[in-house]
T-cell receptor
């Protein structure tokens, strides 16, 4: 089954404790992206990757890191989480090319930082 | 810059038709997407418009007018399962996969 998986689905942590949210896709997509979703706001892009070893900042990258060592995986790292990073996080992937390509989203990770 | 506006919430009756509008201010873009998001779930793709006009896909249709900076999603024969948020997004001028997202319209269907 074609899918994007994220782990964990729910996480409660404390300020300053490093954490990693994993994302994996099995569709051989070149493009992968991390978003956060907060009430009343649209999805905001954190980081994206066009292919292996190619990553770039989105609109809200502060406080986050990513890596793309393999095509299928795109982990999101919070080195020192703060309460303002409490949010719902989605990983997404798609093909790259001409035309409009739909993005496939993971199930989401609900993060609470106390 | 780019900005997208959608109504925050709409209510409609089961079996009826509803139109969800999306207006955008952007210096240029490639196309416009609509996604559906049920509460607590991931967004799923509904439609993509690049040319002006209406694209029909079953009970759902999407319309785009580039000159007016306007799109709408039309849902016919509403079912209770259509209760969800509907997200409008435009691709950035230089990219089909970098999207600017609206905040979404929460659609409530009543029996």
């Amino acid at each position: 089954e074609a899918q994007v998986t994220q782990n964990p689905r729910y996480l409660i942590t404390v300020t300053g404790k490093k954490l990693t949210v994993t994302c994996s896709q099995n569709m051989n997509h070149e493009y992968m992206s991390w978003y956060r979703q907060d009430p009343g706001l649209g999805l905001r892009q954190i980081y994206y990757s066009m292919n292996v070893e190619v990553t770039d900042k989105g609109d809200v990258p502060e406080g986050y890191k990513v890596s793309r060592k393999e095509k299928r995986n795109f982990p999101l790292i919070l080195e020192s989480p703060s309460p303002n990073q409490t949010s719902l996080y989605f990983c997404a992937s798609s093909f790259i090319g001409q035309g409009g390509y739909e993005q496939y989203f993971g199930p989401g990770t609900r993060l609470t930082v106390t | 810059g780019q900005n997208i506006d959608q109504p925050t919430e709409m209510t409609a009756t089961e079996g009826a038709i509803v139109q969800i509008n999306c207006t955008y201010q952007t210096s240029g873009f490639n196309g416009l997407f609509w996604y559906q998001q049920h509460a607590g779930e991931a967004p799923t793709f509904l439609s993509y418009n690049v040319l002006d006009g209406l694209e029909e896909k079953g009970r759902f249709s999407s319309f785009l007018s580039r000159s007016k900076g306007y799109s709408y999603l039309l849902l016919k024969e509403l079912q209770m399962k259509d209760s969800a948020s509907y997200l409008c997004a435009v691709s950035r001028e230089d990219s089909n996969y970098q999207l600017i997202w609206g905040a979404g319209t929460k659609l409530i269907i009543k029996p």
